[in-house]
């Protein structure tokens, strides 16, 4: 593989799995830089509704400990027969007092909370670096098509920076229990959904840990990079609670050949796979 130069940030994408694959990709996150590797776009299965949601809340997290005040504004527009629409906006504003601070500090803490909410109230006229977090969510009916959540998050912090995330729902390739017959159709459907959004925000790093959501989105990422269409590299990271086998995802991934570093947390996956790379335990 050859060396991928840049003295920028690299917009990646991450894939989130139902239970242990988000937990485990959310603390690979914690221990990255991530001013560094963004803006952030998650792909998330259509039918997983938890995922996306403990996603949005870790990066409001991490946005809130760089400042004093994040606003999240959420527009769902939901596909109804009326076709009405919702908007929602949470303020979220410091503490006057935290557990265990000082009572010397707390007269400065509760003038600033008074001033963050102050200026959240006056938001549409001020023009300097507010605390603004968006999302667009569109979902869809029962035929499985894409979400699309659009996140812009601007923590009020001294530096003033910024973060960007987006967070894609695509069709899962088969469900538990469906007939392998049935199941090419629906993996031919979820191939052309994560074409078009692996196209559309034209990642430079894709980041998968072993849900089978990453398949096809790893695949449509080597295949625009083999037709040159942008240059973007793909890591698969193997749950660590992988020890002698590779999960199924990981073996079409690795025997595929479709990812440019694959890593693994035990010593005894390197051993009966090769071309792995034995990172140690990452989280």
Not at 131 to 147: K, L
Request: some cysteine; charged content about 20%; hydrophobic content about 45%.
């Amino acid at each position: 593989m050859q060396p991928f130069i840049t003295t920028g940030p690299v917009k990646t994408m991450i894939v989130l799995g139902s239970g242990g694959h988000t937990a485990e990709m959310l603390m690979l996150l914690e221990s990255m830089d991530r001013a560094f590797y963004c803006p952030r776009v998650y792909v998330a299965a259509n039918t997983d509704h938890m995922s996306a949601a403990r996603a949005l809340s870790r990066e409001q997290e991490w946005a809130g400990s760089k400042g004093p005040s994040v606003a999240l504004t959420v527009e769902a527009i939901p596909r109804g027969r009326e076709g009405s629409s919702v908007a929602l906006t949470v303020e979220a504003i410091p503490r006057g007092r935290e557990v265990g601070v000082l009572l010397s500090t707390e007269q400065g803490a509760t003038a600033a909370a008074s001033v963050a909410a102050a200026c959240s109230a006056w938001r549409p006229l001020l023009q300097d670096t507010p605390a603004d977090v968006s999302v667009e969510a569109i979902p869809r009916g029962r035929e499985g098509s894409s979400v699309a959540l659009t996140v812009e998050a601007i923590p009020r912090g001294r530096e003033g920076s910024s973060v960007a995330l987006t967070v894609e729902a695509i069709p899962r390739g088969r469900e538990v229990g469906q007939s392998y017959i049935t199941s090419a159709f629906t993996t031919l459907y979820s191939l052309l959904c994560a074409a078009r959004v692996v196209l559309r925000h034209k990642p430079q790093l894709v980041l998968v840990n072993g849900p089978s959501t990453c398949v096809p989105v790893c695949a449509m990422a080597c295949l625009y990079r083999m037709l040159a269409l942008f240059d973007c590299r793909v890591v698969y990271v193997e749950s660590i609670a992988r020890v002698r086998k590779l999960s199924l995802s990981g073996k079409i991934l690795y025997y595929g050949r479709m990812v440019d570093r694959f890593l693994v947390q035990w010593p005894e996956l390197q051993v009966r796979f090769p071309r792995s790379i034995y990172a140690g335990r990452l989280y």
